[in-house]
């Protein structure tokens, strides 16, 4: 059996956020998602963001990695492999994985 490397990144809420930008809005032809380049992350609605995390998850999938969301509950931590509300989930961590 082949030893496989795993590249993992783990990022912060707000990290997170600044990787979609970048990696999905600023590379993209697509001018729905290039005005965004000129709105604060602030400014940027939880249904943008939920449409970008799908975005890049199926993206990661699509590469073999995988894309999961981490936070504490009751001092626990409780693994998401995706988000089913309409809103962002702020306190979460973010950990891309792939297989390299």
């Known amino acids: 059996m082949k030893n496989r490397k ?17 990696r999905y809005v600023n590379n993209s032809t697509d001018p729905k998602w290039k005005q965004l380049t000129f709105v604060s992350q602030d400014n940027i609605s939880a249904e943008v963001w939920l449409q970008l995390y799908n975005y890049a998850k199926a993206d990661v999938e699509s590469h073999g990695g995988h894309l999961t969301g981490y936070e504490v509950v009751n001092e626990r931590i409780v ?15 973010w950990v891309i994985s792939k297989h390299s």
């Open 6 to 22: 795993r590249a993992v990144m783990s990022l912060n809420n707000d990290t997170f956020k600044h990787y979609l930008l970048l």
């Open 79 to 93: 693994k998401h492999d995706g988000i089913s509300t309409d809103y962002w989930p702020a306190n979460w961590m």
